[in-house]
C-alpha cells in the first residue's frame, strides 16, 4: 500500500489520465458530448476540474492504453489548454495597445491550439494498428486548406505543418525577447485559422467526418481582463464544429463583456455547472470508490480484496448503475468504514469519562456551573456512566442561564431511567453533544481528537475537496508494506485524528500561496479560526457548532469585498445562500469556513450556529490592519463573558 | 568557459568604503521613493563616485519602463549606455526586473566594466507583535503573482520539462505560491538554494524554517554563501552545462539580491530559445522595510564578449 494516495493532484499523472481516472457521478449530467453550446465550469481547488477536463481531452480519449476507441469519442474532440498565468499575465503594455496584445494573445491561442488539433491526428494514430484502422493522414493538405492566411503559404504534410507550428511558436518567443527592435511576427486569425484546419479534417479524415472540436481553457480565472472578453467573444460565437468550455474558480469570471458591444448572458450563451455542487450529494460513495481505485492501481492490492472493480468506475455507461445499487453501496461504506473505522458521538463520550484528564476537566466545568447557579448540587450527582451522552452535555446545561441544577438533574435522572426527558426527546442530547465534546477537548492540543477520525469525518472535513481527502488517507496510511493483505488492515482511531490534524495544519498553512492575496487570506483563516474557537469554548455552549457568518448592517464594498471574493474563489470560505431573515435589516449570503481547518483550531466540521457580524467587524477582519484583530478578540470575548478558568486555554495556538 | 568573470569587493562597516577616487562613466539607480536607510546611503555613495546618472523604474502592472522618468522602450534604455565604459549598477534599491533589464542593456551595448552595489541592512522589519502571523513571517512584502515579464517570457506549458532553480529567502508564501500557482512545474527536479552563511547568522533557520512545508524529499537542498554573485552564477552555469538534453533551466530569484544579481547573469549568457527560463513574482517592497546599514558588497563583472 505504498504511497497510494501520494499524488493528489492532476498534474502529477500527466495528460493521458484513460487508465486513472474515476468517473465522478455527475458525469452523465455533464452532457459534454452533446454539447453544442459552451458550458463555464466553477469549480473550487481539489473538486476535480483538470482531471474532468484532462479525462475529455484527447489525450485521454484516444489514449494508447484504450484497446478500442469507441465510435462516441469521435463525436467530439477534446482540445485542452492551460492558461499559464506567468505567461499570459505578462501580455500587456510595453508600448504596445491592448488591441494590438489582443491579437498576439489570440494568435498564441490559435498556434497552441492548432499543435493540439493535430496532436489529435497523431494520438490516434499512435500504433500502426490504429494507423491500418484511421490513418489516411497523408491525404491532409495543410496548403490547400489554411495556406491563404500566411504569406508564402503553409508546408502541405501533417509533418511539415507540425514543424512550421513550432517554428511559429519560436518566432512569437523570439520577438518577446526583444519587442520593440523587430518586427512581430504574422498574426493568424483563431477562429478562421482552425475552422480551415477543421474543415481540411472533415474533408479528409473519414473518422473525423462529423466530429466537433472542443477547446476546454482551464484556469480561465488567471486571465488578464482583455484575455477573458476574447474567450467570452469566442463563447459567444462558438458553434459546431468548434466550441470554447471554460473552466474557472468561483468568482474567476471577472467580465462578461466581449471584445465587441455584446456580453455572455448565462442560458443564451453558455450552461453554467457548479462542480461542487453536483459532486456533494455523492462526495461519500465517489471518495470511497476513488481510494479502493488507488490501493489497486497504485498500491498494487489485488482488485478481488475490494468491493470495487476498476473497469466499471472507469465506464461511462455504468455510472447508473453505480448509483443505484444499494448492496454495492453497503459493501463499499461497510469496507470503507472497517478501515478508516470511527466512533460514534456515544462512543467519544463514553470513552471521555473514562479518561481522567477529560473526566478532570468535565468536573471543573460542572462544579463551576454549579457554582455560578449557587447550587448545592456536586459534580458526581450528574456523572452517570451509563448515560455518558446526556452526562457530558451537563456541563454546557449547568452553564445555561435558561436552566437551574434541579432540572437539569431531575430531566437527568429520568433519562437514566429510560423515561422520556429533554436529553433525548428535547434534543438536548442532538443539539450539544459534538460542541461539548469539542469544549472538553479544547485546550488539549497535543491529544489526539476522534471527532476528526473516520471515513465519515474525513468526507466531513473534505466536504467536496478530493485532494484533501486524498492526503487525510495518506497522512493516515503512510507508506505501509504492499504485500500485507487488505482484509488485515485497518487504521487506528489515534493515527487518524493525528492525520486529519497533520492535513488541517498543512492545508491552512497552504492558504498563504492562494493567489495575490494569499497572506490576506491566512490572516482571514486565522482570525475566523480563533473566533470560533473562542465561540466553542463557551461553557454554555448556547451557539454551538459555530463554524460559519453573515454579515449584517451594510453590504461589503471595496477592499473587505475582493478578500471575500477571494476567500470564496480558493475556497477558504463558501458561500451559500442566508439561512434566515431578520426583520428587514441587511444580512449577506452565509459563509462557511472550510471545515479542513476544523482539527487545527478544534472546532466542528458541522455547520452549526451562525455568527453574525457587524459590517464594521467584517471589515476589519477582511481588510483591517492586523493589530486590531487582537482587540476584535478581546470584544467577542468580552461579549461572550467566556470564563477563564484552571485549564489554560490557548488562542495564540503557538508557532502560528 | 562562462562569460561573466565576477569578483567581489566587501567592506564589514557600516560606513561606506573608501575606494579613493575610482569613478565609474555611469550609473543606474532607482526613482523608487520608498526607500530604506541602506538604500538611501548606496544611492549616496553611487552619485557620488559616478561621473553622470540615471534613474531606472519599471512598472509590473503595465510593463513599461521608465529612464529618468520618461517612459522609455528598450532601445532608448540601451541607448543610455552608449559609448559607456563603466557602469556602476546600484543593485540595493532596484528591482528584479530593473536589475535584469540594466545589465541586459549593459551587456548588449558591450560595457566594457560592469559593477554592481548591494548594502546588507542591519535587520529586517519584523512583525511578531502579534500573534497572528507566523512568529518567523518578517513582513517585507504583500504577496504578488508570479508574472513574465517583456523580454523574457516563456510559455511554462509549451516547453520541455527541465531544472527548477529556486533561491529563497526568508518569505515561506512565495515558494508555496509558486508551486501552487505553477502547477506545471510539479514533475520539474527541482534546487533549492538557501543563503548560507547568511548575513547575519541565525537568519539562514528563519529561511528554513519558513520553507520547509514546501520542500519535498525529492528536492535537492543547497547552500551557498548569501552575498556570493559568483556562487550562484556557477551553480547555474553547472546545472546548464551538466544537462546533455538541453532542457531548460527555469530560475526563480527568491531570495538575496546577490543571488538574484547571479541569475541575471545566467539568463543574460543563455539567451537561446528556453535554455534559461525566468519565474518571477513582483513582491510589493513596503516602505522602510529594513533598518540601517551592515555591510557593503561591490561586485566587478567582467563580460568576456565585449572586453
Redesign the interface.
Known amino acids: 500500500m505504498q504511497n497510494a494516495f501520494i499524488r493528489n493532484r492532476t498534474e502529477e499523472f500527466g495528460h493521458d489520465i484513460w487508465s486513472s481516472y474515476v468517473l465522478p457521478p455527475y458525469f452523465p449530467t455533464l452532457g459534454f458530448n452533446e454539447a453544442r453550446k459552451s458550458v463555464v465550469l466553477e469549480g473550487g481547488r481539489g473538486c476535480g476540474k483538470t482531471a474532468l477536463l484532462r479525462y475529455l481531452s484527447f489525450q485521454s480519449q484516444f489514449s494508447f492504453d484504450r484497446k478500442a476507441v469507441p465510435e462516441d469519442a469521435f463525436k467530439t474532440v477534446g482540445l485542452y489548454l492551460k492558461a499559464d498565468s506567468q505567461y499570459f499575465s505578462g501580455f500587456t503594455g510595453a508600448g504596445l495597445s491592448d488591441a494590438k496584445w489582443q491579437n498576439i494573445f489570440e494568435h498564441a491561442l490559435c498556434l497552441a491550439l492548432a499543435e493540439q488539433i493535430v496532436g489529435a491526428v497523431r494520438t490516434l494514430n499512435c500504433s500502426a494498428e490504429r494507423t491500418a484502422l484511421y490513418g489516411e493522414i497523408d491525404k491532409l493538405d495543410f496548403d490547400d486548406a489554411a495556406g491563404g492566411f500566411v504569406e508564402g503559404g503553409l508546408p502541405s504534410s501533417l509533418l511539415a505543418f507540425e514543424k512550421w507550428l513550432r517554428s511559429q511558436r519560436q518566432n512569437l518567443s523570439r520577438w518577446f525577447k526583444n519587442f520593440d527592435e523587430t518586427k512581430p511576427p504574422a498574426l493568424l486569425p483563431l477562429r478562421e485559422f482552425l475552422g480551415s484546419l477543421i474543415v481540411e479534417f472533415h474533408a479528409k479524415l473519414p473518422y473525423f467526418a462529423t466530429s466537433v472540436f472542443a477547446v476546454y481553457v482551464d484556469e480561465y480565472e488567471n486571465l488578464l481582463e482583455y484575455q477573458q472578453k476574447l474567450l467570452n467573444t469566442l463563447i459567444k460565437s462558438g458553434e459546431p464544429p468548434l466550441i470554447f468550455h471554460v473552466a474557472m474558480k468561483p468568482n474567476g469570471m471577472r467580465t462578461r463583456n466581449t471584445t465587441g458591444p455584446e456580453s455572455i448572458q448565462e442560458v443564451a450563451d453558455f450552461r453554467l455547472i457548479k462542480l461542487d455542487d453536483a459532486l456533494a450529494p455523492q462526495f461519500r460513495l465517489f471518495a470511497a470508490e476513488l481510494f479502493f481505485f488507488r490501493l489497486i492501481a497504485e498500491a498494487g492490492v489485488p482488485e478481488n480484496a475490494t468491493p470495487i472493480k476498476l473497469d466499471v468506475l472507469r465506464n461511462e455507461h455504468r455510472i447508473t448503475e453505480r448509483l443505484s445499487d444499494s448492496l454495492y453501496h453497503s459493501r463499499v461504506f461497510a469496507e470503507m468504514e472497517r478501515i478508516l473505522p470511527g466512533k460514534s458521538y456515544g462512543e467519544i463520550a463514553r470513552d471521555a469519562l473514562d479518561d481522567p484528564v477529560l473526566l478532570g476537566r468535565w468536573k471543573r466545568i460542572v462544579t463551576a456551573g454549579l457554582q455560578r447557579l449557587k447550587s448545592r448540587r456536586v459534580a458526581d450527582d450528574f456523572l452517570i456512566k451509563d448515560a455518558p451522552e446526556a452526562t457530558i452535555i451537563c456541563a454546557a446545561l449547568l452553564h445555561q442561564r435558561s436552566k437551574n441544577a434541579d432540572e437539569v438533574f431531575n430531566e437527568l435522572s429520568e433519562y437514566a431511567s429510560g423515561n422520556s426527558s429533554k436529553f433525548k426527546e428535547g434534543e438536548w442530547i442532538h443539539h450539544l453533544l459534538i460542541g461539548t465534546l469539542l469544549l472538553l477537548y479544547l485546550p488539549y492540543r497535543q491529544r489526539s481528537c476522534p471527532i476528526y477520525a473516520g471515513f465519515d469525518a474525513f468526507a466531513k472535513l473534505s466536504r467536496t475537496n478530493i485532494r484533501h481527502f486524498l492526503e487525510l488517507c495518506h497522512l493516515s496510511i503512510g507508506s505501509f508494506s504492499g504485500g500485507a493483505s487488505l482484509s488485515d488492515f485497518s487504521v487506528t482511531i489515534d493515527s487518524q485524528a493525528k492525520a486529519a490534524f497533520a492535513a488541517s495544519q498543512k492545508f491552512r498553512k497552504e492558504v498563504a500561496g492562494s493567489g495575490d492575496h494569499g497572506n490576506r487570506l491566512l490572516a482571514v483563516v486565522n482570525i475566523l479560526g480563533k473566533v470560533f474557537r473562542l465561540s466553542q469554548s463557551r461553557e454554555s455552549q448556547s451557539e454551538p457548532e459555530r463554524t460559519h457568518f453573515s454579515i449584517l448592517d451594510e453590504e461589503t464594498s471595496g477592499a473587505g469585498k475582493t478578500i471575500l471574493d477571494e476567500a470564496v474563489k480558493w475556497s477558504v470560505l463558501f458561500e451559500e445562500p442566508e439561512t434566515k431573515v431578520k426583520g428587514n435589516r441587511y444580512e449577506s449570503n452565509d459563509y462557511v469556513l472550510n471545515p479542513i481547518y476544523a482539527p487545527f483550531f478544534g472546532i466542528s466540521y458541522n455547520k452549526g450556529r451562525k455568527l453574525e457580524i457587524q459590517s464594521r467587524d467584517a471589515n476589519t477582519i477582511l481588510a483591517g490592519p492586523v493589530d486590531q484583530f487582537t482587540l476584535l478578540l478581546r470584544h467577542y470575548e468580552k461579549t461572550w463573558s467566556v470564563i477563564r478558568n484552571d485549564d489554560q486555554f490557548d488562542l495564540d495556538l503557538g508557532g502560528m | 568557459m562562462s562569460r561573466f568573470q565576477v569578483s567581489t569587493l566587501t567592506h564589514d562597516e557600516r560606513a561606506p568604503p573608501s575606494i579613493g577616487n575610482r569613478k565609474w562613466d555611469m550609473a543606474a539607480i532607482s526613482s523608487d521613493e520608498l526607500l530604506d536607510d541602506r538604500s538611501k546611503a548606496a544611492i549616496a555613495f553611487t552619485k557620488s563616485h559616478a561621473k553622470a546618472h540615471f534613474e531606472m523604474r519599471f512598472?509590473v502592472?503595465?510593463?513599461?519602463t521608465y529612464v529618468n522618468k520618461l517612459?522609455a522602450?528598450?532601445?532608448k534604455l540601451r541607448a543610455q549606455l552608449s559609448g559607456v565604459n563603466s557602469l556602476l549598477i546600484e543593485a540595493t534599491s532596484l528591482s528584479y526586473p530593473e536589475l535584469l533589464y540594466t545589465l541586459a542593456a549593459a551587456t548588449q551595448e558591450r560595457v566594457k566594466a560592469i559593477s554592481l552595489l548591494y548594502v546588507e541592512p542591519l535587520g529586517y522589519r519584523r512583525?511578531i507583535?502579534?500573534?497572528?502571523?507566523?512568529?518567523r513571517n518578517f513582513n517585507l512584502s504583500?504577496?504578488?503573482?508570479?508574472?513574465?515579464?517583456?523580454?523574457?517570457?516563456?510559455?511554462?506549458?509549451?516547453i520541455a520539462t527541465g531544472q527548477a532553480v529556486f533561491f529563497l529567502g526568508y518569505e515561506?508564501?512565495r515558494l508555496?505560491?509558486?508551486?501552487?500557482?505553477?502547477?506545471?512545474l510539479?514533475?520539474w527536479r527541482k534546487h533549492i538554494v538557501f543563503g548560507v552563511p547568511a548575513f547575519e547568522s541565525g537568519w539562514e533557520i528563519d529561511a528554513i524554517a519558513n520553507n520547509i512545508?514546501y520542500l519535498s524529499g525529492d528536492d535537492q537542498i543547497q547552500y551557498i554563501a548569501a552575498s556570493s554573485v559568483s556562487a550562484a552564477y556557477r551553480l547555474l552555469n553547472e546545472l546548464r552545462a551538466s544537462d546533455k538534453e538541453q532542457n531548460p533551466v527555469l530560475v526563480a530569484p527568491l531570495g538575496t539580491k546577490p543571488h538574484a544579481i547571479g541569475a541575471a547573469l545566467f539568463l543574460i549568457e543563455h539567451?537561446a530559445?528556453?535554455q534559461a527560463v525566468l519565474?518571477y513574482d513582483h513582491p510589493e517592497r513596503s516602505a522602510d522595510r529594513t533598518e540601517d546599514v551592515r555591510r557593503w558588497h561591490l561586485y566587478d563583472v567582467i563580460d568576456t564578449k565585449s572586453n
Open positions: 512598472l502592472g503595465s510593463n513599461v517612459q522602450s528598450f532601445g512583525n507583535d502579534n500573534h497572528l502571523c507566523d512568529h504583500e504577496n504578488r503573482r508570479f508574472r513574465s515579464i517583456p523580454m523574457f517570457m516563456t510559455n511554462l506549458s509549451e515561506g508564501a508555496g505560491q509558486a508551486m501552487q500557482q505553477e502547477e506545471v510539479q514533475p512545508d539567451d530559445m528556453d519565474l
